[in-house]
């Protein structure tokens, strides 16, 4: 038996597991597609481990739907957090959260208290095409050509630890969604497949974005892809460092910081229920 909660950050949601009260589970792939799947499972974009860590006040471990690994997420970051500090792990407004290999600094909005709102250090954008990785050319890799189908896009790849591809569009359609994203993630130019992002410009200040994640399909949200539109827009001369972008469940405040070159993301962390999964 697991003891699970069920979270989600702007309706990016996942089912979590504390491995502080419990073993890491066994066969944690096998699990992570059936506790993910919405008609047989619990239901999510995939399953995420709350760990003890010697560098931080916990680790994130994360896996999508089909139960392939993935290095970082920013929603299901801000839920780690809520969850170690709601559930007394630690009780600091200010926590690291391993992940990946990599430490992330999150500063926390607590309300009655709980925590309703998580402020992320995203770090440095990845901008370099091998550590992205992408074998598309380009220093930054921005608005270069990408054939598909017999159709020429134009994108941008960014690393937020996790690698994106950004396309700005007349309006995020399903076709691109769903036909066009998959071809994208899988294309041979993105070695390790890639998350593919379609995004509406409103203004300088004001995006719309959604997301074909790599290995969970659409999400509600995606706040690596979040992070990796706002460096994209400002690469391509689109939009401002600091801009709100709107997500199918809900807004997400994103600021690419030009002292410390970090892009830092706002967004809501929302606990939904808990259970145990025989």
Known sequence: MIRFTKMHGAGNDYVYVDCFSQEVPEN????????????????GDGLILICPSERADAEMRMFNADGSPSEMCGNGIR????????????????????????????????????????????????????????????????????????????????SMGNPHCVIFVDAPTDYLVHTVGPLVEGDSHFPNRVNVEFVEV?????????????????????????????????LTGRTE??????????????????????????????????GEWE
């Open 28 to 43: 944690i792939p096998e699990l992570a597609r059936a506790i993910s799947d919405r008609h047989t499972g619990v239901g």
């Open 79 to 158: 839920c780690v957090a809520k969850y170690v500090y709601d559930h007394g792990i630690a009780s600091r407004e200010t926590l690291q959260i391993e992940s990946a290999g990599e430490i992330y600094n999150l500063e926390l909005s607590v309300r009655e208290g709980l925590v309703d709102q998580v402020r992320v250090d995203m770090g440095e954008p990845i901008l370099e095409a091998a550590k992205i990785p992408t074998t598309l050319a380009g220093k930054p890799v921005a608005n270069v050509p990408l054939i598909l189908d017999g159709n020429d896009w134009s994108v941008t790849c960014v």
């Open 202 to 234: 409103v203004s300088r200040s004001e995006l719309r974005q959604r997301t074909w994640e790599r290995g969970s399909g659409e999400t509600q949200a995606c706040g690596t892809g979040a992070s990796a539109v706002c460096v994209a827009g400002v």
């Open 241 to 274: 460092r600091k801009v709100t972008i709107h997500l199918l469940g809900g807004d997400l405040q994103l600021e690419w910081n030009q002292q410390d070159n970090h892009v830092y993301m706002t967004g809501p962390a929302t606990e939904v229920f808990s």
